[in-house]
């Protein structure tokens, strides 16, 4: 099992650029996760989802948009970067149950150290 | 608006300390308070906490809960150099889709 995988590790774009961040989970986990961590603090909840064709947004949305076409998949698309969005993104994933028995801890892929200069 | 706040902020202290890292919070509707491990890259789960009280322990660290007071607790033994890493704390609401409300976290630093 990979687990969480993330594409790319690292990308440097100029303001205004569009890019998208790639998650692929292998867990058959149903619900997905996008965080980002500025320097020397917590991560901040983007978006999520709890199953494909279903997305929400999280604590910090502006600037981003997401999809859910699979199970396995959930890219994070930027579409007009700002420095403001220079930041590390952690994607995840876990498993809950129709009637959220069984509460599963959320998994993180390895990050994506995004900088828009 | 559901809030995590950890201290202290940052913590260096010589191998072989024993060490306390403190995690408040307020959130409407909790669920579970979570410990995290962070190295470089990915956090990795260290522990779930849902009752109040019941410490739970994975070799020399340990945590407990207190749902009256709104805190939480890691504490590390006998600590190592492989202890140096971030920790945080996360506080999931009863919702549908797990979403947690992340600290700032510590950065605990183990000198030799």
């Known amino acids: 099992n990979a687990g969480v995988t993330q594409t790319p590790k690292f990308r440097i774009l100029k303001i205004g650029q569009s890019m998208t961040l790639q998650c692929t989970q292998d867990?058959?986990?149903?619900?997905m996760y996008w965080y980002r961590q500025d320097p020397g603090m917590g991560l901040k909840l983007i978006y999520y989802?709890?199953?494909?064709?279903?997305?929400d947004k999280g604590e910090v949305p502006n600037g981003y948009n997401v999809s859910r076409s699979t199970t396995e998949d959930f890219p994070l698309r930027l579409e007009l970067a700002a420095p403001s969005q220079t930041s590390v993104y952690f994607c995840?994933?876990?498993?809950?149950?129709?009637?959220?028995?069984?509460?599963?801890?959320?998994?993180f892929g390895p990050g994506t150290r995004l900088t828009v200069l | 608006e559901d809030k995590v706040v950890q201290s202290p902020l940052s913590l260096v202290v010589h191998e072989g300390d024993t060490v306390t890292l403190n995690c408040s919070y307020e959130?409407?509707?909790?669920?579970?308070l979570l410990w995290y491990k962070q190295e470089k890259k990915a956090p990795t789960f260290l522990f779930m906490l849902?009752?109040?009280?019941i410490e739970k322990k994975s070799g020399r660290l340990s945590s407990i809960l207190d749902k009256k007071e709104l805190f939480s607790i890691l504490n590390i033994t006998a600590t190592q150099t492989g202890d140096s890493a971030v920790y945080l704390c996360?506080?999931?609401?009863?919702?549908?889709?797990?979403?947690?409300?992340f600290g700032q976290g510590t950065r605990l630093t183990i000198n030799p």
């Open positions: 996360a506080v999931e609401a009863i919702q549908g889709a797990q979403k947690l409300v």
């Open positions: 959130v409407t509707n909790f669920r579970s």
């Open positions: 995840a994933s876990s498993y809950r149950t129709v009637f959220l028995q069984g509460t599963d801890t959320q998994y």
């Open positions: 867990m058959n986990h149903n619900y």
């Open positions: 989802s709890v199953g494909a064709g279903i997305t």
């Open positions: 849902t009752s109040s009280g």
